[in-house]
T-cell receptor, first 116, second 117 residues
Framework: DTGVSQNPRHKITKRGQNVTFRCDPI?????LYWYRQTLGQGPEFLTY????????KSRLLSDRFSAERPKGSFSTLEIQRTEQGDSAMYLC??????????????FGEGSWLTVV | AQKVTQAQTEISVVEKEDVTLDCVYE???????LFWYKQPPSGELVFLIR??????QNEISGRYSWNFQKSTSSFNFTITASQVVDSAVYFC??????????????FGTGTQLKVEL
């Protein structure tokens, strides 16, 4: 059973460039999440997919950010016109369906973004 | 709004010492779930435990134990006989249900644990 897979693991980009991260969730998990983590802080929720539907987005997700999950399997997170403040680790996570707030969410190893 | 406070920024212990990581939370929900995750230097968040608000029984798993006290809104984590491999950042998190049944985790700022020989 493979875990959540993310790539690239590290990305250095110049300010103003676009970047895209990919996430492959655990195979039977319908729910997929993106979080962002900056140094010294805990992860912060960005967005959530149930299958291919994006059901919730945080106010942290500015209009330069777009996430997709076209076939309900892998997901991409694109950041357009990157800014230095976008430098962070972007974590993808997945979970099974459930009727409570208690489903365990499993995280990937994250994609580190450095904007120079 | 949900809030999780981990007041200890960094803790250093010598191997084999016991160490307790504190977590205090705030929520208006009557039913909720709490989690602990471990983040080693590699970056991956490793799930350790989940506890629901109806179950205040303490739990022990090997060298790990958890003390959930609803009356004080605390969910503390103890490592017994710490080892160097326990060195990591530990996060406490509180879950809330969001649109479509998903779960949104609110994390604390984490506690960096350093275990030295």
């Amino acid at each position: 059973d493979t875990g959540v897979s993310q790539n690239p693991r590290h990305k250095i980009t110049k300010r103003g460039q676009n970047v895209t991260f990919r996430c492959d969730p655990i195979s039977e998990h319908n729910r997929l999440y993106w979080y962002r983590q900056t140094l010294g802080q805990g992860p912060e929720f960005l967005t959530y997919f149930q299958n291919e539907a994006q059901l919730e987005k945080s106010r942290l997700l500015s209009d330069r950010f777009s996430a997709e999950r076209p076939k309900g399997s892998f997901s991409t997170l694109e950041i357009q016109r990157t800014e230095q403040g976008d430098s962070a680790m972007y974590l993808c996570a997945s979970s099974l369906d459930g009727l409570t707030s208690g489903n365990t969410i499993y995280f990937g190893e994250g994609s580190w973004l450095t904007v120079v | 709004a949900q809030k999780v406070t981990q007041a200890q920024t960094e803790i250093s212990v010598v191997e084999k010492e016991d160490v307790t990581l504190d977590c205090v939370y705030e929520t208006r929900d009557t039913t909720y779930y709490l989690f602990w995750y471990k983040q080693p230097p590699s970056g991956e968040l490793v799930f350790l435990i989940r506890r629901n608000s109806f179950d205040e029984q303490n739990e022990i798993s090997g060298r790990y134990s958890w003390n959930f006290q609803k009356s004080t809104s605390s969910f503390n984590f103890t490592i017994t006989a710490s080892q160097v491999v326990d060195s990591a950042v530990y996060f406490c998190a509180l879950s809330e249900m969001i649109t479509g049944g998903g779960n949104k985790l609110t994390f604390g700022t984490g506690t960096q644990l350093k275990v030295e020989l």
